[in-house]
């Protein structure tokens, strides 16, 4: 089964938390954290990531904290998963160029690189804009976020 690690989930999770509150300049890490009940201390390493990679930028200061490096719609799904947990495959023999003992035999190479083609495409296509509820935030309903981002079936 194809399954997003929880760095990733929780990391598209943020970004779709800053989408959705364009109105604050910055979020705190505990503000995001508390909003979803994700643990803040790792939240706080995921976005130190996410603004290594340029998805974000980090603002100091008393009214600290993170935002968006670029409009929602110009970051895509694929992006933050690949900021987070590197390269996407399905399975190790797509990684490289380096044959393993059985690539005279293999007849399934060829067709999970194309899945796993897909699969990037699909995501890739999918912009945090498109994670985010875009109903002004005193017509969104009270209660817990919902967790489920992305759903892919293959």
Known sequence: MLKLTKKADYGLMALKYLAEHPEFLAQSAKD???????????????????????????????????????????????????????????TSCTKGAKACDLTPNCTIKEPLARVNETISGVLKSISIYDLADHEPQSARATGPPAKALVTLTV
Do not use: C
């Open 32 to 90: 995001i954290a508390d909003a979803y009940g994700i643990p803040a201390q790792l939240l706080a390493k995921i976005l130190q990531r996410l603004t290594k990679t340029g998805l974000l930028r980090s603002h100091a200061g008393m009214n600290g904290g993170y935002a968006l490096s670029r409009d929602p719609r110009q970051i895509s799904a694929f992006e933050v998963i690949h900021a987070i947990d590197g390269p996407l495959f399905i």
